[in-house]
């Protein structure tokens, strides 16, 4: 026994870093102090050890005696293990790092002993003192943060609490920088959260850097939008942390973002008569558009509140009968009572007194800014006698054309283009108007004039450049989505000389239908097994035919449904899946339609359109007519237990939170 104590001894004395021991009952001192420590500190034993006093904390820095006072006074309170970090200064006069670990034990005669270990973090508080100057001079913000699910910060550098905006603490007032510590979810906007979480998780998972950019949400309730990157280390006591560096880009982002709304505004100027903006948070509204002649060009870019602008401007000039009705419409927006059908934004039809007195009909829209904002456009409705004329422009050219519309009665349209890229429909079939974003009342004010070409386009799927490289080359192919026969379309446009030696074109559309290459397939019988693969790569089968999506997003919106599990899924649900990066407006849910409808006319043609479910714009997965591996498996039976591998949908991220399910 002696021996093995003698054992422990040379252990403790040589071998556990700066090992000592106190007696923590008053007065506080130290009675055992290892060979290790004294070759720490310089000091001999005799030198640190008395019975009526800490000779040991004449050693601590004096800039941190208060702290390690305070450490101590904590270990004579109870038995517990506590930690501290101070400097000691050497009898060399050397200062060094030192990490105190003490565990205090009460005997049976009720005398407090502490166990005290030293380790030297001197390297170590270096190596953090240059990485902190480092990251307090560079010019970008600078956080660490745990892996946790609810993740919290354990470092901001000074430029990214600049950032933040954090205001100064003061005694008695909310530490808002202690607050946002706690959880970094307090400074991401909610609408970018999930994005964010599903970042997080997958640098977590893949263990690589992800970039992007981000709105983060300012302690003063502003918003700042950065270009950044977070990726996966291990800190110096081993634990697994998220670091992130981010540039504020919130100026660059406002001017692109106020140039892109100018030429959307302008857009719809060449539209739409009178233009207004409501702003629900504000609750005001302002007429940011009007003609010259039109009595609200007097008090434009002026904020009313929207009760009173409503009384004292609209309802002042409408129809005595109609009146009821139109305060019902714009309460109803304001209060958020009004539902978007497929995609459509809420529409009115009104008679009110013009400004020569006569009364007119009107057609008003509300689209969508954003989650507090959205533009009220109204137009006056032409008579039919009005709009026969303008469909009737340019007979000559229409006659023309007879023949051909006769061979492509699918679609034709004819524009005339001015030297300076200009551009004047001439003529256009329905669906021609509908390939370019435009509704028969909306396409006909643009027969009247000129409108630049990038405007023109805008509300096209195609982009701006194929249409330029259009007129430079003189043909050019395009793909439509035909909403009349609900199925995609090839378009072979021409551009052809007006004149010779002109500078003026007119390009011609024809639209000639795809010949199918499916006939085999609609002849499917809906008898035939629907089976349905998440487990890896998502592919669905009719029979032992893999279906075709012809659309990218039309097959991850299948997806969507079928990661569902059967419930519905709303459009601004399924827009924040198909495209993250994009708030759901006018403009993606008209694009989130055009998807649905694919996804629609791709199941029609193999015969299986009963699978999926639609009511009131949201659609859910049928599941009793479908053979689903991730639904056999999550039945419970033994013979699908064996289904799961490991991976979920590999096609698409934002599996990952249904894989995180299936792998607990």
């Known amino acids: 026994m002696n021996s093995i104590l003698k054992h422990a001894d040379e252990i403790l004395d040589s071998q556990v870093c700066g090992f000592h021991r106190y007696i923590l009952t008053s007065p506080v001192h130290l009675d055992y102090v290892s060979q290790n420590l004294c070759e720490m500190t310089g000091m001999e034993k005799n030198e640190l050890l008395d019975e009526k006093q ?10 941190d005696r208060e702290k390690y006072s305070d450490f101590i006074y904590k270990a004579t309170l109870k038995e517990q293990k506590t930690t501290c970090e101070y400097r000691i200064v050497k009898k060399n006069g050397r200062v060094i790092s030192v990490k105190d670990t003490i565990t205090v034990e009460k005997d049976e005669n009720g005398v407090m002993t502490g166990y005290s270990v030293l380790d030297d973090i001197t390297e170590l508080r270096n190596e953090n003192k240059d990485l902190k100057f480092l990251n307090e001079t560079i010019p970008c913000g600078f956080l660490r943060y745990t892996c946790e699910k609810q993740p919290r910060i ?25 607050m946002y510590k706690s959880n970094i979810f307090l400074m991401i906007p909610m609408e970018e959260r999930r994005r964010f979480s599903k970042y997080l998780g997958r640098v977590y998972s893949s263990d690589t850097p992800i970039a992007g950019d981000m709105n983060l949400l300012r302690c003063d309730g502003t918003r700042a939008h950065v270009f950044g990157w977070v990726t996966k280390s291990v800190n110096e006591r081993g634990e697994e942390e998220f670091q992130s560096v981010c540039m504020d ?9 106020t140039g892109e709304s100018m030429r959307y505004l302008k857009a719809l100027a060449d539209v739409y008569d009178k233009i207004f903006e409501f702003n629900l948070d504000a609750n005001t509204v302002k007429c940011i558009h009007s003609e010259e002649k039109s009595s609200f060009k007097s008090i434009e870019n002026i904020a009313m509140q929207i009760d009173d602008a409503l009384e004292k401007l609209l309802l002042a000039i409408a129809i005595p009968e109609q009146q009821d009705m139109i305060r019902k419409f714009f309460n109803d927006f304001c209060q958020k009572k009004l539902k978007n059908t497929d995609g459509k934004p809420p529409q009115i039809t009104y008679t009110a007194r013009s400004s020569d007195n006569t009364y007119k009909k009107y057609t008003g829209i509300f689209i969508k800014v954003d989650e507090s904002v959205s533009l009220y456009c109204c137009r006056e409705v032409k008579d039919a006698e009005d709009t026969i004329a303008l469909k009737q422009e340019n007979t000559q050219l229409k006659e023309k054309m007879r023949d051909l519309v006769m061979q492509f009665s699918d679609g034709l349209a004819a524009f005339e283009i001015s030297p300076d890229w200009m551009v004047k429909p001439l003529y256009a079939s329905e669906n021609v108007c509908e390939f370019f974003g435009y509704t028969k009342e909306e396409w006909l004010p643009l027969t009247e004039r000129f409108t630049p070409l990038e405007n023109f386009v805008a509300y096209s799927e195609t982009a701006y450049d194929d249409f330029a490289d259009l007129l430079k080359t003189g043909e050019a192919e395009f793909t439509y989505f035909d909403y009349k026969t609900e199925s995609e379309k090839k378009i072979k446009a021409i551009c052809s000389v007006k004149e010779p030696g002109s500078g003026s074109y007119r ?17 499917l019988s809906e008898k035939r097994t629907v089976s349905i693969r998440t487990f890896g790569y998502f592919d669905v089968f ?4 893999p279906i075709a999506f012809r659309n990218k997003k039309s097959k991850e919106l299948f997806a969507l449904l079928v990661d569902r599990k059967g419930g519905f899924v709303t459009s601004d649900e399924a827009i924040s899946f198909l495209w993250e990066d994009e708030p759901a407006n006018t403009l993606t849910l008209a694009r989130y339609r055009k998807v649905a409808l694919r ?4 199941l029609e043609e193999y015969g299986i359109s009963d699978i999926v479910e639609a009511v009131d714009g949201k659609r859910r997965i049928v599941m009793d007519k479908v053979d689903c591996d991730l639904y056999n498996y999550l039945s419970g039976k033994e013979e699908y237990s064996q289904l799961f591998k490991g991976s979920y949908l590999t096609n698409y991220s934002w599996g990952e ?7 607990n």
């Open 54 to 63: 800490d000779l040991y904390s004449g050693l601590v820095h004096p800039a």
């Open 542 to 545: 009719v029979g032992d035919i």
């Open 507 to 523: 390009y011609v559309l024809l639209y000639d239908v795809e010949g199918s290459t499916l006939d085999e397939k609609k002849a």
């Open 599 to 602: 996804l629609k006319s791709t």
């Open 657 to 663: 939170t249904t894989l995180g399910e299936l792998v």
């Open 154 to 178: 354990t470092y901001l550098n000074h430029k990214m609490i600049e950032l933040l905006r954090f205001p100064e603490s003061k005694e008695a007032e909310i530490d808002y920088l202690e």
């Open 249 to 257: 880009v919130t100026e660059r982002y406002h001017a692109k973002k």
